[in-house]
């Protein structure tokens, strides 16, 4: 990346001024470049004109919650990572936002250091890699890297960022059991201050995605008390 281009393009929503200007300039200052909305109907128009990297949402904003902003962005079809914004450290707000596609969240009051090394993770684990395998497949369930795309037999699978990472982790070391504390350390890159529950909730919620279909052997399976795997027809 040339030094002059922007790390990555931002798009941050929170309908307070104050806290808008300031994420906007310091974030600029960090070597980002900003898009700025104050509301949900304004985050939207401009995702779609800007396409941005990743967005900086505000939970609570004056016409429609930050939940219903990621809803109507993954309907959409838009998939690049969300970093909520919480005036509130609710686990019901943290599994609701994953649910509807999220990727991290930080609580208010933060500092921006903070914000900024988070942006920067949540980057560092969603973009692809260019030494990596294009497409991993174990069983009849394909993970297409370049396309950002899952498959399980016929039907596409639609997951965000982060769930993605986190299949990616599972699809590569299949028949494997991963703990919690690797789960963390491999797909997040940071511990949560030790949530494991986050853990949890992202399993449970792919789970719901990948193994949708009754007819089909489930491949995400849990170890009672030490973790998860994904388990091949030849080892269950």
Not at 40 to 56: M, Q
Not at 70 to 81: E, I, M, N, V, Y
Not at 124 to 144: C, G, H, N
């Amino acid at each position: 990346m040339n030094k002059n281009e922007p790390e990555a393009q931002l798009l941050v929503v929170d309908d307070e001024p104050n806290i808008r200007e300031l994420l906007s300039t310091s974030l600029r200052f960090a070597g980002f470049s900003v898009v700025a909305a104050g509301n949900g109907k304004e985050a939207l128009a401009a995702a779609e004109e800007h396409n941005p990297d990743l967005a900086v949402l505000d939970v609570m904003l004056p016409d429609m919650d930050g939940f219903t902003v990621t809803r109507r962005l993954r309907a959409s079809g838009k998939h690049f990572p969300v970093l909520f914004l919480t005036a509130r450290d609710d686990t019901d707000d943290k599994v609701t936002g994953l649910t509807v596609g999220g990727d991290d969240y930080v609580t208010k009051p933060f500092s921006l250091d903070e914000v900024v090394a988070r942006i920067r993770a949540v980057l560092r684990r969603t973009r692809p890699r260019d030494d990596d395998d294009a497409i991993i497949q174990v069983e009849d369930l394909e993970l297409d890297d370049d396309a950002h795309e899952v498959r399980r037999g016929n039907n596409t699978i639609e997951l965000s960022p982060t769930e993605f990472k986190l299949l990616r982790y599972l699809m590569l070391n299949p028949n494997r059991v991963l703990s919690k504390t690797q789960i963390l350390d491999h797909v997040w890159e940071y511990d949560f201050n030790g949530d494991a529950s986050i853990v949890e909730s992202y399993i449970s919620y792919l789970r719901r995605k990948v193994d949708a279909d009754s007819e089909l052997p489930a491949l995400i399976q849990t170890k009672r008390g030490v973790g998860y795997v994904l388990r091949t027809s030849e080892k269950r």
